[in-house]
């Protein structure tokens, strides 16, 4: 009885310390990717099955409840704009001269065709307030040893149920990631290349995202210009600076 | 002596009313179902030719591999040249463009935002074009319960349940919100000119409408559709001359290696509404084998009781001297005027309630409300040359076997028992 005791209390010790080891890492990574402030110039690449476009957009973000982009290019979509305030978002279209709000399960919708949902661009709260996270093993990849996560949602409004994260062990930036839903059926894939040490953080600098329920290459997401912890003027982030 | 049965039969109706009365039930059910589910199905495939497949459907492969997700991306370009060589290898049809794609619908309330808004269904058709026949295809005039169809660019046609749902009415603006064939952002502003009943519940909760060339100037689909659907003449679908123009047409462009080179499909090739047309072939001939299965073996009950009370009868003739042969050649005759009886009383019910179904039908509409497949929502039956005879034949046929089946008994019978069966 009591080699059973002390073999069950090894077994949980173990298991807590991989998850404060799991959490410990998740820090790091969003000391990493996350920052109070940041503006980021990219360009998207929609590959297609006819063609591929490139989208050049700026985008400006405080904290996790506040972002706002405006596409520069190509010509058809410049002067589109998108504002994010918690959890509403504001499309502004220069054509129309209209703005539409998006909400609830439309912010599912795919952005200009790309593998990139709403939701996605919208996301950029930290990964450790939304799962709970335990290593679950080591792979290398490009030569890159990482550590793999598993990362169960501790909150209802997460926008994926699961993700399976692998960690650089070195740099601590997620080279690659799996993101499930409830059911378990993997929805998209990303792959982080190009990790760039920037204003003393490692950024990956080219990320492919790969919707799973499309055929294709997917859409990269190249960033071109980032500035960390900027100060960007209060009226950014407000529905007037949409017709600006 | 059919004269002299005939007789017979209208003398002793102890004889004859009761079988005569089960013939003709069995006909008429035979007649009235097989009508009304011929109809039901039929209207169903007529209803997706018109709305979704065609008779024949021209896309790119590509756009025919993911036909479901409405891929205008893969969508047929050049295809001035393609009506061209359609209307010239294809006369006995008429050739439209199609174009469906999806967005959001936005209704536009006071300072910036929305009074209603949902995931649209959008359905570009030639409503501009009146040698296109789309509008009346769609039967449009008549589903419309306000507002007129679209006259001019930029009016859209809404179902009426989306608008209740948006909260919009004739003559109010909508942003349409989705992706241009190149997979840009397309926005558009649209009018309400009227609202639409479809009969079909998927549809009048969440179509947008709009004309042709409105969707390839917001899709950036110029000289490009998804679809070209084919209409046979008189809007008669055929399937064996649909199966012929579709392999008349895939063979010149069998070794284009090109993703985007057109194919053609059938109404038949969609999987669901294959399996419908299989339905309407097999329903007669599935009818015509349960009623024959089961009237036979009524009548040979029918059959067997009769043959109990005419015990007495037989054994007197047999006794008489008369053959079991004829007697029972005499009884054939006798079920064969008997069911041709039955099976004319029953063809008469079962085709005027056929007729009176087909003109009037079944208003289901109410039970529709959650439906999202698309179905019409009057069922009705179809009268077919088929059904004057599909219960007929069937009837006298039973009506023969179950008397053939009954009376073989006779033959069983015993000479020298008769006079003691008979207590003389």
Redesign the interface.
Known sequence: MKHLIILLLSVLSVKQIQAQHAIAILNKVDANINSKTSIIKSDMI?Y????S?TITSIGYAEGNSKSFSEYLA?E??KG?KMLKLENNL??Y?P??D?????SGH?LK??V???DLSYEDMMENRKLTEMYNAKVVGEEIIDGRKTWVLQLNAKVDDASYDSRKVWVDTERYVPLREELYAKSGQLLKKTELKDVKKIDGRWYPTKINYKDMLK?GKGTDFVVLEIKFNAEIPLYIFS?ASLKK | MIKFIFKAILRDKNRSLLPVIVVALGVFLTIALSGYLSGMLGDMVEQTARFQTGHVKVMSK?YAD?VDQMPN??ALLGIYELHEELNADFPDYKWVNRINFGG?I?A?GEN???KG?G?AMGMAIELFSKSSGEVARMNLENSLLSGKIPEKSGEALLGYEFANKLGVKVGDEL?F?G??M????A???FKVSGTVRFGSSAMDKGTVLIDFTDAQQILDMEDGTGEILGFYKDEIFMQEHAVETKVAFNAKYAIDTD??APIMKTLADNSAMGMYLGLVDSVAGMFVFIFILIMSIVLWNTGLIGGLRRYQEFGIRLALGEEKGHIYKTMIYEALLIGIIGSVVGTALGVTVTLLMQTYGIDISGMLKDATMMMPSVLKSKFTPQLLYIGFIPGVIAMVIGNMLAGIGIYKRETATLFKELEV
């Open positions: 929609i297609g099955r006819r063609n476009r190509p058809r979509e589109t504001w499309i279209s054509s129309t209209r703005t539409i709000q998006l439309m919708q795919s200009m065709g790309s055929d529905k | 590509a993911n991306d893969l959001i936005d536009p910036n935002t929305s808004q995931p942003t919100m992706s241009t190149n997979g840009s952002m926005f558009s502003v993703e985007f």
